[in-house]
């Protein structure tokens, strides 16, 4: 894998990745996606929003894509057993 382009955060001095949509590798960002993909109440929106309500929305996310899409699509399609 090449390097990932970085871009600032608003307001912030801090680098953050980018992913390939142009958007921070952040976990606002991957909530994003699977709310767009599964809706606000499924299990990977809701996995996400606890992190990011401990950790901020604008951590970033040190995962590779590809790895975090995956866990995004697992869970989303994963039966919920609650």
């Known amino acids: 894998m090449g390097h990932c382009p970085s871009s600032s955060i608003e307001g912030g001095e801090k680098e953050v990745r980018t992913i390939s ?9 991957y909530y994003d996606i ?6 606000e109440s ?3 929106a809701r996995f996400l929003s606890d992190k990011a309500e401990k950790q901020g929305w604008d951590k970033e996310v040190i995962a590779d894509e ?3 899409i995956y866990l995004i699509g697992t869970m989303g399609i994963e039966k919920n057993t609650e």
């Open 34 to 39: 699977a709310v767009a993909l599964f809706g």
């Open 42 to 44: 499924s299990k990977p």
């Open 66 to 68: 590809t790895q975090m």
């Open 21 to 29: 949509t142009g958007e921070p590798s952040t976990l606002k960002t």
